[in-house]
């Protein structure tokens, strides 16, 4: 792209050949359809079955970039890695397994813009969301966890993988933090003013494997910890929250 895009789509992959350019393809669709120039940007951990490779040969054709990196490094730290080489002065954050509905992304920015908000959280948890296809115990597991921050942020679905947020607030924060999920850290680090959730319904993937390994669950109970600690040595104000549903905002 010659020019700056409105929007930066970051998409960490591992082992997502079979989903990506169906994601992509939709993606691109539905912001042309809504007047949205998008940029994508796979960051790739060395995936066995050829992800990096195969998101390069649609990068040819495509306004797309891929990042290459060694080997299996982390969700958290590959949204960082793409939001570091975002162009957008706003990211989107999507996982690649198509859990996450691209038809969304155009609303989700322009709740962003119209309601000058720092951050647009897709919700699970509020009127209208929901999910599908997903085992109980991740979904236990997923409210246990949302209900564990709230102390921290007025957001319901703190937890979510799928959020729009102004680069800039990215930037204020120290890189050094590391987390699962990512979402969450810029929502209690960041001090953003204003946040807003609209619904949505989170499928279960249906090909691959999920992202979620022990080692990540281990790593975000050391996230939460570390989450609280630092809100009680640098208490934030808490931002101005609002769910937005059927085009009606209930703020809190």
Known sequence: MTERP???VVIPTYNERDQVASLVDQLFASCAMHGVSAEVIIVDDNSPDGTGDFAERLARTLAMRVIHRPSKLGLGSAVIDGIGAAAGDIVCV????LSHPPALVPALYAVLKSRDVDMVVASRYVAGGGTR?????????SRLACCAVRPLTPVHDAMSGFFLVRRDLFCAVPRSFRGFKIGLELLVRSSPRSVAEIPYVFVGRVAGSSKMTVGELIRSLWQLLALYRFSCREPRRRPHHQVIVCEHA???
Do not use: G, I
């Open 6 to 8: 409105d929007l930066s």
């Open 94 to 97: 999507m996982d690649a397994d």
């Open 133 to 141: 296809s997903w085992p109980a115990r991740r979904r236990r597991l």
């Open 250 to 252: 209930v703020t809190s």
